[in-house]
T-cell receptor, first 115, second 114 residues
Framework: AQTVTQSQPEMSVQEAETVTLSCTYD???????LFWYKQPPSRQMILVIRQEAYKQQNATENRFSVNFQKAAKSFSLKISDSQLGDAAMYFC????????????FGKGTRLSVIA | EAQVTQNPRYLITVTGKKLTVTCSQNMNHEYMSWYRQDPGLGLRQIYYSMNVEVTDKGDVPEGYKVSRKEKRNFPLILESPSPNQTSLYFC?????????????FGPGTRLTVT
């Protein structure tokens, strides 16, 4: 079964600085999707960024970018110019492209932003 | 507005009293699923459905039932709730074929079983 590991339960970053959240996963599949979700105190799950495994180019969404290392099964999230509103739980998630397996989440990383 | 709705948002109940949490989406998505979120455990999938009348167990299905009689609705049923089912529950939906499986989440239901 696929697994997703987030090894940093908590992280903190100074406002305007850059922080990287780590995620590794285990799968025998070659075609899949990876996601980072943000969960602010409102508890709403918000998609931050998505990466397709067959695309070599790292995904980018404004201040958010990923470092996707397929061979190493690593999918880290970089947040640049951190803002107070970035403070939240961040979850890494995986799903096979076929889609007949569950979306698997990591246990999350709580990010604090210090003013 | 494209959205997933859940009701109720908050529920306090007693052990053994049957309850249903409703979930509805207006995006014509084939795939729907239920997750529970517990501190330190992340989100774990309870059940999912690839289409009408097709449901499958996720990672933690014990104590839960679901049904998918209509494409837009996917209720979660707790026949005899127990305190270990106290949790935050999310419903989600997504497209399937040709999509990226981006999950659209409902706002969550906070369930407390005493």
């Amino acid at each position: 079964a696929q697994t997703v590991t987030q090894s940093q339960p908590e992280m903190s970053v100074q406002e305007a600085e850059t922080v990287t959240l780590s995620c590794t996963y285990d799968t025998s599949e070659s075609d899949y999707y990876l996601f980072w979700y943000k969960q602010p105190p409102s508890r709403q799950m918000i998609l931050v960024i998505r990466q397709e495994a067959y695309k070599q180019q790292n995904a980018t969404e404004n201040r958010f970018s990923v470092n996707f290392q397929k061979a190493a099964k690593s999918f880290s999230l970089k947040i640049s110019d951190s803002q107070l509103g970035d403070a939240a739980m961040y979850f890494c998630a995986y799903i096979d492209r076929i889609g007949n397996t569950p979306l698997v989440f990591g246990k999350g990383t709580r990010l604090s932003v210090i003013a | 507005e494209a959205q997933v709705t859940q009701n109720p948002r908050y529920l306090i109940t007693v052990t053994g009293k049957k309850l249903t949490v409703t979930c509805s989406q207006n995006m014509n998505h084939e795939y729907m699923s239920w997750y529970r979120q517990d501190p330190g455990l992340g989100l774990r999938q309870i059940y999912y459905s690839m289409n009408v009348e097709v449901t499958d167990k996720g990672d933690v299905p014990e104590g839960y039932k679901v049904s998918r009689k209509e494409k837009r609705n996917f209720p979660l049923i707790l026949e005899s709730p127990s305190p270990n089912q106290t949790s935050l529950y999310f419903c989600a939906s997504s497209e399937l074929a040709g999509s990226s499986y981006e999950q659209y989440f409902g706002p969550g239901t906070r369930l407390t079983v005493t």
